[in-house]
């Protein structure tokens, strides 16, 4: 089945450490992939975006078509990078243009 | 509105019970999203619409479940005879265009059957 795959449901890392949220996809195809981002109490918003190739926060995500990944990377975590983190991605292929499909979801929790 | 608004925010209902769940999404955007958000099961996708037609409904659970969308604006989501797992919160979601644009999110409605 065609999908959006976050093995991770918990990270947990102390401040400073490096930190990676692993996502990886089964479409075919380039599909267009994002990072959505969850603080506690405040509304599901976008984080980045692959096409942007941006920086937002210190986090960063490759493309790596081969693998079909899309991890989010960031060198040095901080507390407040504590929440929820959803893959994202609108298939390729006419048939389901629109359709935003997510990630499971991991919860990253930064230790002080 | 500045975003996308859902009403009401908490609802809890009696087992066997219809539901509406109500989202104006931010003027403008012609897709509109639908997505169920449990524990442990991250963001299950329900729905969505382009203008009022909606491409896609085969994330609907059940046929208990059904949505609408009129003046290519506001959008409903009806439970019918509500059931204990359907006890959750709804978020929905608004964007520009259909594909590879940002999607804004509503605050969500936590529904609670009992």
């Known amino acids: 089945a065609q999908r959006v795959t976050q093995p991770e449901k918990l990270l947990s890392v102390f401040k400073g450490a490096p930190v990676e949220l692993k996502c990886n996809y089964s479409?075919?195809?380039?599909?267009?992939l994002f990072w959505y981002v969850q603080y506690s109490r405040q509304r599901l918003q976008l984080l980045l975006r692959?096409?942007s190739r941006e920086s937002i926060k210190g986090f960063t995500a490759d493309l790596n078509k081969g693998e079909t990944s899309f991890h989010l990377k960031k060198p040095f975590a901080q507390e407040e990078d504590s929440a929820m983190y959803y893959c994202?991605?609108?298939?390729?292929?006419?048939?389901?243009?629109?359709?935003?499909?997510f990630g499971q979801g991991t919860t990253l929790q930064v230790k002080p | 509105g500045a975003g996308v608004s859902q009403s009401p925010s908490n609802k809890v209902t009696e087992k066997g019970k219809d539901v509406e769940l109500r989202c104006d999404p931010i003027?403008?955007?012609?897709?509109l999203y639908w997505y169920r958000q449990s524990l442990g099961q991250g963001l299950e996708f329900l729905i969505y619409?382009?203008?009022?037609?909606?491409?896609?409904k085969s994330g609907l659970p059940s046929d208990r479940f059904s949505a609408e969308r009129t003046g290519g604006s506001v959008s409903t989501l009806t439970i019918q005879r509500t059931q204990q797992e359907d006890s959750a919160v709804y978020l929905c979601?608004?964007?520009?265009?259909?594909?590879?644009?940002?999607?804004?999110f509503g605050q969500g409605t936590r529904l609670t059957v009992v």
């Open positions: 979601a608004s964007s520009q265009q259909a594909q590879g644009t940002e999607a804004f």
């Open positions: 479409y075919s195809g380039s599909p267009e």
């Open positions: 692959h096409i």
């Open positions: 994202a991605l609108y298939p390729p292929g006419s048939s389901n243009t629109g359709k935003l499909i």
């Open positions: 003027s403008g955007h012609t897709a």
């Open positions: 619409f382009q203008g009022n037609s909606a491409p896609d």
